[in-house]
């Protein structure tokens, strides 16, 4: 992780270690030969969001300003975070939302 800070790096191992308590799945990202992607992206129950961890007050650079446009094209969430709170807080909010439209999904039993 060249360029990143250790606060971030602590930012984004804790908040991992919050996702793999909700039962997510974690893949840390590092695209050979492409800058610009966000760092983890986090999968729950058939959705997946990606979150760029940046240290405090720190803003994404302009490639990976233009890779989250390019996912929010295709209708990706992209989230910034540069603290503990409001990443543990996008990670729970996913997994509430996952949880309730599952819930709505799944028969609960059978006729």
């Not at 060249?2 to 971030?8: A, I, P, Q, V």
């Not at 803003?59 to 233009?66: C, D, E, I, S, V």
Request: one cysteine or more; glycine letters at 6%.
């Amino acid at each position: 992780m060249s360029g990143t800070s250790d606060l971030e790096s602590r930012i984004e191992t804790k908040a991992t270690a919050h996702a793999l308590k909700l039962g997510m799945l974690s893949l840390k990202l590092n695209v050979k030969g492409q800058i610009g992607w966000p760092d983890r992206l986090y999968c729950y129950k058939g959705e997946a969001i990606f979150v760029e961890y940046k240290a405090a007050k720190e803003k994404p650079r302009a490639m990976q300003l233009h890779i989250h446009e390019q996912l929010r094209k295709q209708h990706i969430r992209i989230f910034v975070v540069d603290n503990l709170i409001d990443a543990c807080y996008i990670l729970d909010k996913f997994k509430e939302e996952r949880d309730a439209l599952y819930a709505a999904q799944v028969p609960t039993g059978s006729n």
